[in-house]
Structures are given as structure tokens and as C-alpha cells.
């Protein structure tokens, strides 16, 4: 920038200060950052967090699982294979004494041992059987609605494919948590969906108006947290009928863990409308004859939106947590519903799970999700703040 001139005691600023093709013109890439949209540089910003990035794709990729589970896992929800009770799970090969043969697995030989009443599996280097790709195989109902038998991966022709091992029934178990995924993740999206919704509007009200409303609130959040979490879960889940349907139970489980996790987003709403509405765009806004719906909706709610989106994804694998923790102390989900929580409620015996280790392993896509949600959540708070 040019010095300014001084004439007569005043000061003057060039001309060419403001001359476009001047040195101080913005380049194309000054221009494109100042004239980006807000969601634009959220997505920059997020672009840059790796781990983030990382973690919304394999939850991306788990979500979108869900809407073809049928395809995915290679039996039937309900198949069973009285032939292989408690199988542990099967290795993938590639190659069979050094030739190259795709993917398969070795059948097992199996006998009861009569010292430990244990069935014991042992691969059969000779028993080699392939796999097969967009094969038909079990029959099912896609969701619900059309007989199908398509499926991505079939074992071989009477062969068997336990990656995850079987159960006591003989069901596989890897078949059975693609299917739980579809409940486990859903019921964490129906759940946040009613709890933001809560949040914000009692929080919003309360931090706008205040008053009586405010002292109403506030004392509804203290008493519900008030109560111990875990116990006041199994309490309200054991009023449930054990006459009602599994989609009943299931919205039951899920209206109950809303009801119980909006009380901090409505606290930190209330705090954050309580300092914002004294600001001059927010009196504005009232003077020009505003509706409060949509000062709070469109003035006062975009001030915070970091923090509204990591208290959603902090919510939504506590609320997949607390229904795999109702499940598997019998209190949530029941079968016939399939879910992780009610996939563990299987490994409750400590014996069993000593002789079955593999009937845990429906936890490990909990850690997943839990992990994936935080670190996803950590980079989306940091992106909803771009100019920080």
C-alpha cells in the first residue's frame, strides 16, 4: 500500500490504493477463500482434520450397510446349522499349499470331547471351499417386503462360511451383527433426533424468555437428573409391556433415552441464548418485528452450531450405548429384534464366553462406532467454527 499523501494538514490515500490490477489486488486464491460460503469453509476446514475425515467414512460406509444387510451377510437372520453348534470362526485363505486359489476356508472336523462336553473344530487342510460372489443363496425378505436370495458372498456349495463363528443355535454370528447394526445405529439417530429436538426447544425457550419459564425448566432438568442414569434406564424400561410388538419396544427404548439425554444440550442452549439476546442484531431483529421463533431460529442458534453438533455426536453412541446396556441386562430390546446389545446379552455367562470367547465379538463394531463418533464429532466442532 502507498503512503499517504499530506496536503495542507490532511491526509489523502492514492488513488491507485484501490486499482484492481494494482499489487495490492486480491490473487485468485485471497478471492476464493474471502468470498466462500460458510459451508464452504466448513468443509475445508474439515477436509484438513484426517482422522475426522477417516472416521466419517467408516461411518458412512456403516450406515449405508445397513440399508442392504440382507445382501451383505451370507445367511439367513435366522439360519441354523445344527451341525455346527459353537463353531469358532473360520480363516480366510488365498492360497492352498502355494497355489493360488482365491478366497476360501477350510471346513471343519468336529467332535465332542467328552472330558469338557465341548465340541471341539478342527480345519480340514483337505476340505478346501471357495467362496462365492453375487451368488444366490438363503432365501430372506428385503426389509420385510420382497423374497430375494441374492446375496454379495455364499460359501462354497455345502460348505460353511462362520467368519464370526456360530452361536448355541448354530446361527452365524457375523450374519447376525450385520443385522444388529441396522437397529444399533438407528435407534442412536431416532434417539438424537427427538433429543436435539427437545433440547433446543426448552433450552431456546428458557434462554429467551426466561422468568417463570426459565425456573420451570430448570427445575424439570433437576429433577431428572436428580435420579441415578443406569437405574432410572431399567426402571422406565421395565414398564414396558412384554405383550408389545419389537417395532413397539423399540420406539419405547428409544423415546426413553431421549427423554433422558436432552437436559445438558438444554442447559448449554439456555446459557448461550441467555448471553445472546442482549446483542445489538438480536434487539434489531425484535425491532423490526421478528417473530421469537425466528430470532432464536435463524439469529441466536447459528451462534453456537460447534457446540450443538459435538453435543449430537457425543449423544448418539451414548444413546447406542445405553441400549446395548439395557439389552444386555435384558431390559431393552428383545428378540426376535437383532441387535448388538441383544447379540451380548448371549455372553452374560462367564463360562460360556471362557469356552466361546468369539460370542463377544459383537462388541468390537460398538468401539468402532464410539471411537468413529468421537473423533468425527472432534473435527466437525472444530469445522463448525471455520474462522477461529
Not at 255 to 282: F, H, M
Request: proline residues 6%.
Amino acid at each position: 500500500m502507498s503512503a499517504a499523501r499530506k496536503n495542507d494538514g490532511e491526509h489523502f490515500v492514492a488513488a491507485g490504493d484501490f486499482d484492481p490490477h494494482s499489487a495490492a489486488a486480491l490473487t485468485p486464491e485471497q478471492e476464493k477463500y474471502f468470498f466462500a460460503s460458510r459451508r464452504q469453509l466448513m468443509w475445508w476446514k474439515l477436509k484438513r482434520h484426517k482422522v475426522a475425515v477417516v472416521c466419517g467414512a467408516i461411518l458412512a460406509a456403516l450406515y449405508a450397510s445397513t440399508l442392504v444387510s440382507e445382501f451383505i451377510s451370507p445367511y439367513n437372520l435366522h439360519t441354523r446349522d445344527t451341525r455346527h453348534l459353537y463353531a469358532p470362526p473360520q480363516t480366510l485363505h488365498l492360497f492352498h499349499r502355494g497355489d493360488w486359489v482365491g478366497p476360501f476356508v477350510y471346513g471343519y472336523d468336529h467332535h465332542l470331547n467328552m472330558d469338557n462336553l465341548k465340541r471341539e473344530y478342527t480345519p480340514n487342510p483337505d476340505k478346501v471351499q471357495k467362496l462365492r460372489f453375487f451368488c444366490s443363496g438363503d432365501s430372506y425378505r428385503f426389509w420385510g417386503k420382497i423374497e430375494m436370495d441374492f446375496h454379495f458372498v455364499c460359501p462354497a456349495e455345502d460348505g460353511t462360511l462362520f467368519l464370526f463363528g456360530t452361536d448355541r443355535l448354530g446361527r452365524d454370528m457375523f450374519s447376525r451383527v450385520v443385522y444388529g447394526a441396522r437397529i444399533s445405529l438407528l435407534i442412536g439417530l431416532v434417539g438424537i433426533a427427538a433429543s436435539l429436538f427437545l433440547g433446543l426447544l426448552l433450552g431456546g425457550l428458557a434462554g429467551y424468555y426466561g422468568g417463570w419459564v426459565d425456573s420451570g425448566v430448570q427445575r424439570l432438568i433437576e429433577i431428572l437428573r436428580s435420579f441415578p442414569e443406569l437405574p432410572l434406564w431399567m426402571a422406565l424400561s421395565a414398564v414396558l409391556p412384554v405383550t408389545w410388538s419389537p417395532v413397539l419396544v423399540f420406539f419405547g427404548i428409544t423415546l426413553i433415552l431421549a427423554l433422558l439425554d436432552w437436559t445438558g444440550l438444554a442447559r448449554a442452549v439456555r446459557s448461550k441464548l441467555l448471553a445472546l439476546r442482549e446483542e445489538d442484531y438480536c434487539a434489531a431483529a425484535r425491532l423490526m418485528g421478528a417473530r421469537p421463533g425466528r430470532i432464536i431460529r435463524r439469529h441466536l442458534l447459528p451462534g453456537f452450531t460447534s457446540h450443538i453438533i459435538a453435543s449430537a455426536t457425543l449423544s448418539i453412541p451414548a444413546m447406542i450405548l445405553g441400549e446395548t446396556a439395557l439389552s444386555f441386562l435384558g431390559l431393552g430390546l428383545r428378540p426376535p429384534i437383532t441387535s448388538w446389545g441383544v447379540l451380548l446379552n448371549e455372553a452374560q455367562n462367564m463360562n460360556v464366553v471362557a469356552l466361546y470367547p468369539w460370542l463377544i465379538l459383537p462388541v468390537a463394531p460398538v468401539v468402532v462406532v464410539i471411537l468413529a463418533f468421537n473423533f468425527f464429532g472432534d473435527g466437525l466442532r472444530d469445522a463448525a467454527d471455520p474462522y477461529r
